[in-house]
């Protein structure tokens, strides 16, 4: 008998989610970055503004930013909220996760009013928790509990937009400096194993010279000796194995130093703006407050 029970509940808990999944807005046909479900921006100058401020920054960065504002949120959380809608309709690069998603639910009848941030994986750096939650409680419900929603949606992507910016800015940085990349990524042990190597060559070359027998005279070949023995090449010299081995380590030296430089096929071109396609993850980043 418990165990029925134990089924009746689990069906109950996943019918009550997909129900509360169910309030989470489709996809507009018409993508934008600023979707205003609610109508409490009230300002299509402003809008117009703001869809032009975030598709030029997801044009240079690839980052997708995008508000959305709703009536209610089918009793989710406001974090938790904005990562279903996030995942829901796909913000961000599948590859890159670096998407960011606002809610905003004003007060109205059906409760208090609520902001919820969500974070990608690939955001998380530039936008951090503390971060996000500074943005609502300073920035944001200031604005909000006078009536300013739009106010205060401005407010945070003013903030927001120049820190991913700078955040994109100094990884292009890095990888356009091949001496910084290299450290990075390992690259300076070439030099390492340079030093290596030259040192094991010149121990092997000082015990040669050490273990050689001295005052050994060598008894000189006679002329019919010479015609009868095949004549046999001679062993090369320590300065030709010295050239040998520096001509080594160079050509090494030469394939460490192309494996630094950015190749062509790696160059940062933005790709074209596609909002709300990319289907990014979120991995559990963001904030949320009341008020």
Same mark, same amino acid.
């Given at each position: 008998?418990?165990?029925?029970?134990?089924?009746?509940?689990?069906?109950?808990?996943?019918?009550?989610?997909?129900?509360?999944?169910?309030?989470?807005?489709?996809?507009?046909?018409?993508?934008?970055?600023?979707?205003?479900?609610?109508?409490?921006?009230?300002?299509?100058?402003?809008?117009?503004?703001?869809?032009?401020?975030?598709?030029?920054?997801?044009?240079?960065?690839?980052?997708?930013?995008? @508000? !959305?504002?709703? +009536?209610?949120?089918?009793?989710?959380?406001?974090?938790?909220?904005?990562? #279903?809608?996030? *995942? /829901?309709? &796909?913000?961000?690069?599948?590859?890159?996760?670096?998407?960011?998603?606002?809610?905003?639910?004003?007060?109205?009848?059906?409760?208090?009013?609520?902001?919820?941030?969500?974070?990608?994986?690939?955001?998380?750096?530039?936008?951090?928790?503390?971060?996000?939650?500074?943005?609502?409680?300073?920035?944001?419900?200031?604005?909000?509990?006078?009536?300013?929603?739009?106010?205060?949606?401005?407010?945070?992507?003013?903030?927001?937009?120049? @820190? !991913?910016?700078? +955040?994109?800015?100094?990884?292009?940085?890095?990888?356009?400096?091949?001496? #910084?990349?290299? *450290? /990075?990524? &390992?690259?300076?042990?070439?030099?390492?194993?340079?030093?290596?190597?030259?040192?094991?060559?010149?121990?092997?070359?000082?015990?040669?010279?050490?273990?050689?027998?001295?005052?050994?005279?060598?008894?000189?070949?006679?002329?019919?000796?010479?015609?009868?023995?095949?004549?046999?090449?001679?062993?090369?010299?320590?300065?030709?194995?010295?050239?040998?081995?520096?001509?080594?380590?160079?050509?090494?030296?030469?394939?460490?130093?192309?494996?630094?430089?950015?190749?062509?096929?790696?160059?940062?071109?933005?790709?074209?703006?596609?909002?709300?396609?990319?289907?990014?993850?979120?991995?559990?980043?963001?904030?949320?407050?009341?008020?």
């Amino acid at each position: 008998m418990k165990f029925y029970y134990k089924i009746a509940l689990s069906v109950l808990i996943c019918m009550m989610w997909g129900i509360t999944l169910a309030q989470v807005p489709e996809k507009p046909a018409q993508p934008a970055p600023v979707v205003d479900l609610a109508r409490i921006i009230n300002n299509d100058s402003l809008t117009t503004a703001l869809n032009a401020q975030l598709d030029s920054l997801s044009k240079k960065t690839q980052n997708q930013i995008v @508000v !959305v504002t709703v +009536d209610d949120m089918g009793g989710l959380d406001g974090k938790e909220f904005a990562t #279903e809608l996030g *995942k /829901k309709w &796909g913000i961000g690069g599948k590859s890159l996760n670096n998407g960011f998603v606002m809610v905003v639910k004003p007060r109205n009848d059906k409760g208090a009013g609520e902001i919820g941030f969500a974070t990608g994986y690939g955001l998380e750096g530039a936008l951090p928790d503390v971060f996000c939650k500074r943005l609502q409680t300073e920035y944001m419900i200031p604005h909000f509990k006078n009536g300013d929603y739009a106010g205060g949606i401005k407010a945070a992507i003013d903030e927001i937009v120049p @820190v !991913v910016l700078n +955040d994109y800015e100094q990884a292009q940085a890095l990888a356009g400096n091949p001496a #910084e990349r290299a *450290k /990075k990524s &390992g690259g300076g042990n070439g030099w390492l194993f340079i030093a290596l190597a030259i040192g094991a060559i010149a121990l092997l070359m000082f015990l040669r010279k050490r273990n050689k027998p001295a005052g050994i005279a060598t008894e000189q070949p006679q002329p019919d000796q010479l015609s009868s023995k095949q004549e046999e090449p001679e062993p090369a010299s320590e300065k030709e194995e010295q050239e040998e081995v520096e001509e080594t380590i160079e050509e090494e030296e030469n394939d460490n130093n192309c494996d630094n430089k950015p190749s062509a096929s790696n160059a940062n071109e933005p790709k074209p703006y596609k909002y709300g396609y990319g289907g990014g993850d979120f991995g559990g980043g963001g904030a949320s407050t009341k008020f």
